[in-house]
């Protein structure tokens, strides 16, 4: 047997665990809420700048929480609280089902965002990272599968029930699928939690920069933190807005309205590539090498939606999406535990997807704001470009100056 093979049997209960967190996380993440996009503008008759504003609000709210509810990954077993949260996110997904007034949307979706998209992805990033220490990459790249398994099954599966049962009875085939099926299952693999220290390959701790594990305090003050979060927050921002907007899309391009969502097991393919790839480029070099060039496929990917015109362009616009989406599910995890150690990850890690949330909100409501105002997404994702090289220019600096591999205590 390869080592990776190896590697994955003797570990097999906890990175299906956290692949089954990473899969049922799919019902809170924008690219399955944006499916029911027209649905719900036209039941509660909202425009694109209404519908993303309300979508903003739910969102932001949720990261708000998740500032104080995600330190729970550092005090509860993650068996708990995975049950729990899988329960939680049904409880939700219900809801949007029986929902029949405009006003309650926030609320819906504030509940889809927290449990889904905020807490479970939260909860299966630190449970690897505090988990793997010298395999920390692929542990990270394996378990992430989870999320293109979701990009690509949970759309096809979506557009079938919405066709066949419509579109309040699919959240309550979503609700079962959480309660009947990965609930259950998280509970049986978590049965026995993994510990570092009882396993050779691994070392007792995991410590930061300076050889100590920092608390979130002491990390919110390094300049270095303060650096690299607007440069994390980029992808987040970009990726949401696609998902968010495949129907004006393909309106723009004058393309069928599953153009997008029947393509996205290419980006589902893609980023399952891609996370393999940089895990074990972080395992042999570091989340910080790696910091440098995970972003620029998807400038690529907005250059070629830009001046795309054929169905095709769909094709190669989320190949290229799937490649940053895989690295930065493992390098954005990966590079909190190498600055600042795992002792208080949880905590550190919950503050950074929460900045990251938040980005995820500003990108409906304001791409959803430009297009009401007659500026169509794919002429915005210019200045998105412009914006991710020069984010990967200071990650490059640095990288080669020495301030991200040589850094004291401030």
């Known amino acids: 047997m390869t080592r990776t093979a190896e590697f994955i049997a003797a570990n097999a209960r906890w990175l299906a665990a956290g692949f089954l967190m990473a899969l049922a996380s799919s019902f809170g993440q924008t690219f399955f809420i944006a499916l029911y996009a027209d ?19 739910g969102t932001l709210a949720s990261a708000a929480v998740l500032i104080q509810l995600g330190r729970m990954a550092d005090h509860v077993p993650a068996r708990t609280l995975s049950v729990v949260l899988c329960i939680c996110l049904a409880m939700t997904c219900v809801a949007m089902a029986l929902n029949a007034v405009w006003w309650l949307l926030p609320f819906v979706i504030f509940g889809l965002r927290l449990f889904g998209q905020g807490m479970l992805s939260h909860l299966w990033q630190v449970t690897m990272a505090r988990w793997f220490v010298a395999t920390r990459g692929r542990a990270l790249a394996l378990a992430s ?14 557009v079938f029930l ?70 994390i927050l980029g992808p987040s921002f970009i990726l949401t807005a696609i998902f968010f907007l495949p129907a004006h899309i393909a ?13 996205y097991w290419t980006y589902a393919v893609s980023s399952v590539i891609s996370a393999l790839a940089f895990g074990w480029a972080i395992d042999r070099f570091s989340a910080r090498a790696c910091l440098m060039a995970y972003q620029l496929p998807m400038v690529v990917a907005l250059i070629v939606l830009w001046r795309g015109t054929g169905v095709e362009t769909a094709t190669l ?85 020495g301030r991200i591999t040589h850094v004291r205590t401030p």
């Open 39 to 57: 649905p719900l503008r036209q039941t509660f008759d909202l425009s694109y700048g209404e519908f993303g504003g309300i979508y903003t609000i």
């Open 145 to 158: 599968f989870g999320h293109p398994t979701g990009e690509a099954l949970a759309p096809l599966a979506a």
């Open 162 to 231: 919405i066709a066949a049962l419509g579109w309040r009875e699919s959240w309550g085939v979503a609700a079962a699928a959480l309660v009947i099926v990965l609930a259950p299952a998280m509970w049986l693999l978590l049965a026995r939690e993994r510990h570092p220290k009882h396993h050779q390959t691994e070392e007792s701790g995991s410590p930061g920069m300076d050889g100590r594990h920092w608390t979130r305090a002491e990390a919110i003050s390094h300049p270095l933190f303060c650096m690299l979060i607007p440069g």
């Open 251 to 263: 309106e723009v391009k004058g393309w069928d309205f599953a153009a997008m969502p029947v393509r």
């Open 317 to 401: 616009v989320l190949i290229l999406c799937g490649v940053t989406t895989g690295g930065a599910s493992t390098v954005h995890t990966a590079i909190w535990a190498e600055l600042y150690g795992t002792m208080h990850i949880g905590a550190i890690k919950s503050l950074a997807l929460a900045a990251m949330v938040f980005s995820t909100a500003a990108g409906p409501g304001l791409v959803g704001l430009l297009i009401d105002l007659g500026v169509d997404f794919p002429e915005q994702g210019l200045w998105m470009a412009g914006y991710s090289v020069a984010i990967s220019a200071v990650f490059i600096w640095l990288y080669l100056s």
